[in-house]
């Protein structure tokens, strides 16, 4: 099951394999965040489809509008697509076990986020439950 929300962010990025990115740049992602589970449970889904998007928007929200190079959070990381990605998944996976998806949550296996960065680029991250 996957869910879609979208966040802009502000970053820059560290190393010559970045180029002009190591400016100061604008990012708009779109995010899709994507439930999977070995089984379905006993209302015959993965997980709460609004319960997901409802904690995917407000895990958004606080990064959104933000330059990232001025986060505490992301102090000495490089904010690359990927490293975004690992984030939000991790964060996703952290409300599962806060009880806030639901008790159908805990049966899932993987949780996989990827943020587009355009119609031709994107990355993905899975994470394990």
Same mark, same amino acid.
């Given at each position: 099951?996957?869910?879609?929300?979208?966040? /802009?962010?502000?970053?820059?990025?560290?190393?010559?394999?970045?180029?002009?990115?190591?400016?100061?740049?604008?990012?708009?992602?779109?995010?899709?965040?994507?439930? $999977?589970?070995?089984?379905?449970?006993?209302?015959?889904?993965? *997980? !709460? /489809? #609004?319960?997901? @998007?409802?904690?995917?928007?407000?895990?958004? $929200? !606080?990064?959104?509008?933000?330059?990232?190079?001025? &986060?505490?959070?992301? =102090? #000495?990381?490089? @904010?690359?697509t990927e490293t975004l990605a690992? *984030?939000? $998944?991790?964060?996703?996976?952290?409300? *599962?076990?806060? #009880?806030?998806?639901?008790?159908?949550?805990?049966?899932? $296996? @993987?949780? @996989?986020?990827?943020?587009? &960065?355009?119609?031709? =680029?994107? =990355?993905?991250? &899975?994470?394990?439950?």
């Amino acid at each position: 099951m996957t869910v879609r929300d979208h966040v /802009m962010v502000a970053h820059s990025l560290r190393g010559e394999v970045f180029g002009p990115a190591q400016r100061l740049h604008g990012a708009t992602y779109v995010v899709d965040a994507t439930f $999977a589970a070995t089984s379905l449970d006993a209302d015959g889904i993965v *997980v !709460d /489809m #609004g319960l997901a @998007t409802e904690q995917l928007h407000t895990l958004l $929200a !606080d990064l959104a509008y933000r330059n990232l190079d001025e &986060e505490e959070a992301f =102090a #000495g990381v490089n @904010t690359s697509t990927e490293t975004l990605a690992q *984030v939000v $998944a991790d964060r996703l996976v952290d409300r *599962v076990h806060q #009880g806030l998806l639901g008790p159908g949550a805990h049966g899932l $296996a @993987t949780i @996989t986020v990827t943020l587009h &960065e355009s119609h031709v =680029a994107w =990355a993905s991250y &899975e994470r394990a439950l």
